[in-house]
């Protein structure tokens, strides 16, 4: 078999895309973990955000009910198979790299029983054979909303089997965030150009004119200084006059149906920035994930029907489930000329500068609510990053463009049990040492250190005046990595950061380093500089490319992809997922929030401002809990429902669910941004450009 992996290795993943399953998984297939009495939940959310606060606190009931009750029932559930359970955060969010580790290795003690990931995910499983797949019966007893129920049939790998390899857990889709004061700024000045055409329907200006009206509206400080800075950006004299012709030329129509349809938009977007052409770092429409756009895209033009998408089905490319990746990159294929079509209108507005793509941690809510950009398409999970409070309080090193995250202050304590006391803005909690007495409480806001070598690694290196920061740090490369902002450090600044690495604190891989506090700085923001809560707005994100389309709803979020580790654990995994969906607590408190009589899933996406996969989120009788949704997620739970109420109009759109569908992904978001960095730079990049860069990033 050695020489079947060497071959393996030498093949590109499009020259290997035709091998069976089975050459892939030979002398590398389905493995035992070693039994060590508890369960492994491996997530990418951040610890500390409100997706790893609602993980721990949904974990932490678990293991107490586990406890509760008499000594009867308590040994009942043991006798059940119940096991306690503990949660382990990643780095990097969902990339796959760390299942993908940890498959390759063969990883039989450290390895996880439950990925909460993306249905992607069980395609790299099964690849080794590894999945671990639920009873059908009890599948359809956990009250799955019939929207998300067939999550499994278009795995790589299950098309067939349709085997129940992941558990819908959180949903959520894009939206468009608005700065109304932006857009509104720039739809009264094209709507004043002679020659634009403007819906003659009043019901189809509605939004239009409300973002026209706030702009004007007694010429607030936010319209000012958004005057002030986007005036700077402005075409001025002969060159203004030529732009105008060019954009009657266009034959744009202002009309609220444009907001919903991308090829309009982003013509709306391309006028725009004509005007104001001359800041780069001024842009119309932003594209956090500019792959779920052209998915969103595919589903729509070809109506759903997946055999004619640019990756379509095929039995002939076994190694990735049955999908084939071979074809969209030849020239003439039909593939090849969907692909180019949905690629070349969002390649043009590239090209003039109107649009910013996102990805990798990079999202495009900094520039909005900086009023730098008009609309910001993005997850409706991100609700809270599109607008700010207030002020703000930036903290960065060199440029305040590239921020870094908040340090905490480390304050070092003398007790038997606690090593150091860390503060981040008003709250302070605790690091523990990594052996504590027995029967010592640490908080679900608290840290421990992993082992004592990583403690005492921690101790060598702090020294008084030094923060923790969450930060990766490549030394040989002076590169500091926060917030998803790269930062080149000088060899005098890198002799002041302490690599602390990911393997410091339990159950928990995020990068840290120790870091100078003279080093980070910090700038307060003004808030007429921001765009507050009042002064955005927020709408579906396109449905479909043109009006001909179906209307398709980007569904995304991450479920639980279930994995094999041995008889007791299988059967533990099992009995934690029923207890997820039907258990209901009298009284769960994620956060300082009491949820009743609600299942932890339930409980866990209202908290973590995602739409709840389930049949009772959908009820009629939820409808208290639906008005308390954020506006982000009202957009989400209303198209989710018209997918479900009218599916001769509305469809779902979804990323296909296969081992290289990420390796896609990042190969589009890569030739988005490259071009965007060229455009900025001012270079004059090319279609062919554009597809060779996909191209190169995908081999």
């Not at 936010?222 to 732009?243: F, I, P, Q, R």
């Not at 079509?341 to 996102?358: C, H, S």
Request: some cysteine; overall charge neutral; charged content about 30%.
């Amino acid at each position: 078999m050695k020489k079947t992996n060497k071959i393996l290795l030498s093949l590109t993943p499009a020259a290997a895309l035709v091998l069976p399953l089975a050459a892939i998984s030979c002398g590398g297939g389905r493995f035992d973990q070693n039994y060590d009495g508890k369960l492994k939940v491996a997530t990418g959310f951040s610890e500390n955000n409100n997706q790893g606060i609602a993980m721990k606190s949904v974990i932490e009931a678990y293991n107490n009910w586990l406890k509760s009750g008499t000594a009867e029932e308590q040994k009942q559930r043991k006798e059940e198979g119940y096991l306690p359970t503990e949660v382990e955060f990643l780095p990097n969010g969902y990339s796959t790299g760390p299942l993908t580790t940890q498959l390759a290795a063969k990883e039989k003690n450290k390895f996880w029983n439950i990925f909460i990931n993306y249905p992607t995910a069980a395609s790299i499983l099964a690849t080794k054979e590894m999945n671990l797949a639920f009873p059908a019966d009890e599948y359809e007893q956990l009250g799955i909303f019939k929207t998300f129920k067939d999550v499994n049939d278009g795995i790589g790998g299950n098309t067939e089997k349709k085997e129940k390899w992941v558990i819908p857990f959180s949903r959520s889709s894009e939206m468009s965030s608005i700065d109304m004061v932006v857009l509104g700024k720039l739809l009264k000045e094209i709507k004043a150009i002679d020659g634009v055409n403007v819906d003659s329907n009043s019901e189809k200006l509605k939004t239009i004119n409300k973002y026209i009206a706030l702009y004007e509206k007694e010429k607030s400080d936010d319209s000012k200084y958004v005057d002030e800075e986007w005036d700077k950006a402005k075409v001025t004299g002969t060159d203004l006059d030529n732009v105008k012709k060019a954009i009657k030329e266009m034959n744009i129509t202002l009309s609220d149906d444009m907001f919903y349809e991308y090829d309009n938009l982003i013509k709306f977007s391309i006028a725009a920035k004509r005007l104001y052409a001359k800041d780069n770092g001024k842009y119309i429409l932003a594209f956090d994930s500019l792959p779920s756009a052209i998915n969103v895209m595919n589903y729509a033009v070809t109506k759903g029907n997946k055999s004619k998408q640019y990756i379509n089905p095929s039995k002939e490319h076994l190694r990735t489930g049955g999908f084939d990746y071979e074809s969209f990159v030849k020239e003439g294929t039909e593939q090849n000329k969907l692909f180019k079509n949905l690629l070349k209108n969002v390649f043009e507005d590239i090209r003039t500068g109107a649009v910013w793509i996102g990805g990798a941690g990079s999202y495009g809510s900094n520039l909005l609510t900086r009023h730098n950009l008009a609309i910001s398409i993005g997850s409706t999970a991100g609700f809270y990053h599109t607008f700010i409070k207030n002020d703000l309080t930036i903290y960065y090193i060199n440029d305040e463009k590239l921020e870094v995250e908040r340090p905490s202050q480390l304050s070092k304590q003398t007790d038997k049990n606690i090593a150091f006391n860390i503060k981040s803005g008003s709250y302070t909690n605790k690091i523990f040492k990594a052996k504590v007495e027995e029967g010592t409480k640490i908080g679900k806001y608290d840290k421990q250190f992993a082992s004592k070598e990583a403690e005492d690694k921690f101790n060598s290196l702090f020294k008084d005046g030094y923060d923790l920061l969450e930060a990766e740090l490549k030394e040989k490369e002076s590169k500091l990595t926060s917030k998803g902002n790269e930062i080149i450090l000088s060899p005098e600044q890198l002799k002041k950061v302490f690599n602390v690495g990911n393997k410091v604190f339990a159950n928990s891989s995020t990068n840290y380093v120790l870091i100078e506090k003279s080093l980070v700085q910090s700038k307060k923001i003004d808030s007429n500089k921001l765009l507050n809560r009042d002064e955005a707005d927020w709408i579906s994100a396109p449905l479909r490319k043109t009006h001909e389309d179906k209307k398709s709803v980007f569904v995304q979020g991450p479920s639980l992809v279930l994995i094999h580790a041995n008889e007791k654990e299988d059967k533990a995994t099992k009995l934690l997922v029923k207890w997820l969906f039907r258990h209901k607590h009298t009284e769960l408190e994620i956060k300082n929030k009491k949820y009743n009589n609600l299942n932890s899933v339930d409980a866990f996406n209202q908290a973590g401002s995602y739409i709840s996969p389930t049949d009772s989120y959908f009820d009629p009788n939820n409808a208290e809990v639906i008005k308390t949704l954020t506006p982000a997620e009202q957009l989400t739970f209303n198209n989710f429902k018209l997918v479900a109420e009218n599916p001769g109009e509305y469809q779902v759109a979804e990323d296909v669910a296969s081992s290289l569908s990420d390796k896609l992904r990042d190969a589009i978001r890569i030739g988005g941004s490259t071009m965007t960095t060229q455009v900025s730079t001012n270079k004059n990049p090319t279609f062919e450009q554009f597809l060779e860069e996909i191209q190169k990033a995908f081999k």
